[in-house]
């Protein structure tokens, strides 16, 4: 087999990007002496995108900007956009067209996209042609590289564009702007090379890379010293981390080396692929007393043909014989799943195969989508002959079994005790608080505002369909 590259960035590389930032730095001080210049980030899609964000503002904040609410009174404004689905893209063109009119009261505003859907070349080229005000589009490739980027577009005429695809070499060291203390985002590993037929990531996102244990350690143990209770690891096949790697290392080892630090916290991880989610993660979670009592397994469908057709590499045998383990060795865990209905081909019979995997696993939630299709990828080619309005019926019926599923679920809480990270205030209701237990249930209770932030016992007192009630246990 080919060897992969390492895929650690050149430390010349970083400090070059340390030097932009002081050069960015230098004209923005220039240019808003008497006020800091702000900016606006949105993002869009999953928590990878919103990992990156972290770490465009922490660029961002390192070049002198303080971030604000909302794009109307932004100097920079930044879109991180997501390719996965048609209606992310959709929603992207949409709020981008909507800052014409802005830019025209504020023409010195600076318009920046990037991110998966601007890695499609297809994108980049609509948004030069048609979106004339954007100054700067750049792809998952460059996210690093927004110093000098942002240099760029400072100090000349031209817009700039930098879409290119490269080796994808891990950045370390660079600074990040958390958008929350408690719980934090973790990236281990990034891109993709399963090509699940309907994807769009492994295109936008590149081969699958790791970062070396130790920056994910220092990481780590710098969010828990800043009150982390919560990492989340992400990758978009977590399973998949170490490959390449020069250390001999794999995810299993990575969770035990985390659950070893010092600290009162949780891990939770996605996503998993069912196809590489091993006996032996099976058992490190088991064994790891900080990892959450959840598993991410997105499953897509439950019939045969069609998970061939996605190209994901496992039955519905596989999985459910995953799951039973997975329950063999910890009785308590609470699944939860992706699924596609839709996808091209896929008959009313085949969908009930998924709706009767759904029953038989008893999720504790799930994210369902309509098939998309995504240019490039090969599903995207195959015929679709079920019309949307059919395949929105199918989906209809799947989320009333998984209210039906939900709604037995948390009844079965009734009078039990969790151990709850408590996350915020509820908005609703003054004197409440909003957690979530190990298993990922959130769950409401009557609480002074100072426990934001700790782990509470809550018991449930009464249960609505995806929210439990309860009160706090002295
Ligand atoms: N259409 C619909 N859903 C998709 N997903 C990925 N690609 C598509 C697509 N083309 C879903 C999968 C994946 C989740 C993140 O998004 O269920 O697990
Ligand atoms: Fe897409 Fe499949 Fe990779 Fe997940 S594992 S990002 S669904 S190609």
């Known amino acids: 087999m080919e060897q992969r590259k390492i895929s650690a960035m050149p430390p010349a590389e970083v400090e070059k990007q340390k030097e932009y930032i002081n050069l960015a730095r230098t004209v923005l001080s220039a240019r808003f002496s008497d006020r800091a210049p702000k900016a606006f980030v949105h993002t869009y899609g999953c928590q990878g995108n919103v990992a990156d964000s972290e770490r465009m503002k922490g660029l961002l904040q390192a070049c002198g900007y303080v971030f604000c609410d909302s794009a109307e009174e932004a100097d920079f404004v930044l879109f991180n956009t997501c390719a996965v689905r048609e209606h992310a893209e959709d929603r992207v063109f949409g709020n981008c067209g909507a ?37 700067l589009v750049f792809g998952t490739f460059a996210f690093h590289r927004l110093p000098e980027l942002l240099y760029k577009v400072l100090t000349g005429r031209k817009r700039v564009f930098a879409t290119e695809e490269t080796d994808g070499a891990i950045a370390e060291g660079l600074p990040v702007f958390r958008d929350r203390d408690v719980k934090a985002w973790l990236p ?38 800043g009150g982390a209770k919560e990492i989340t690891l992400l990758g978009q096949n977590v399973n ?14 990575l969770l035990r080396k985390l ?83 839709g996808f091209p081909g896929e008959t009313y019979e085949e969908f009930c195969d998924t709706v009767s995997l759904v029953r038989e696993i008893n999720y504790t939630s799930m994210f369902t989508f309509i098939y998309s299709p995504r240019k490039g990828t090969k599903a995207a080619t195959m015929p679709d002959p079920v019309p949307y309005a059919e395949k929105s019926k199918w989906m209809r019926e799947l989320l009333a079994v998984q209210e039906e599923i939900a709604a037995k679920r948390t009844a079965s809480m009734i009078g039990q005790t969790y151990r709850v990270l408590v996350e915020d205030e509820t908005r609703e209701k003054d004197g409440y608080l909003t ?29 609505g369909n995806w929210v439990v009630h309860g009160e706090l246990v002295q």
């Not at 009261?105 to 980049?124: E, R, S, T």
């Not at 281990?188 to 090509?195: E, L, S």
């Not at 990531?201 to 244990?213: A, D, M």
């Open 240 to 253: 998949s981390y170490g490959k390449g790697l020069a250390e001999d290392i794999d995810f299993p080892r």
């Open 99 to 135: 800052l014409k009119p802005v830019k025209e009261k504020n023409p010195d505003m600076i318009i920046a996209l990037c991110g998966c859907m601007m890695q499609q070349q297809h994108v980049a080229e609509r948004i030069k042609k048609s979106y004339p005000f954007v100054n």
């Open 435 to 463: 957690g979530r237990t190990q298993g990922n249930v959130n769950i409401d209770f009557a609480g002074d505002k100072s426990l934001v932030g700790t782990f509470c016992d809550v018991k449930v007192t009464s249960a």
């Open 259 to 341: 659950n070893a630090l010092e600290g009162d916290f949780i891990i939770r991880f996605m996503t998993s692929h069912p196809k590489d989610c091993t006996k032996e993660l099976l058992d490190a979670m088991a064994e790891c007393k900080k990892c959450a009592r959840h598993l991410h397994l997105p499953v897509q469908s439950g019939n045969n043909r069609i998970l061939k057709e996605m190209n994901r590499r496992y039955t519905r045998e596989h999985y459910i014989s995953l799951i039973e383990y997975a329950r063999s060795v910890m009785p308590d865990l609470s699944l939860t799943t992706d699924i596609i209905t």
């Open 188 to 225: 281990v590993m990034y891109g993709c090379d399963n090509f699940c037929s309907y994807c769009i990531v492994p295109y936008v996102r590149g081969r699958e890379r790791s970062r070396k244990s130790e920056a994910i350690l220092s990481e780590a143990k710098e969010l828990i010293a």
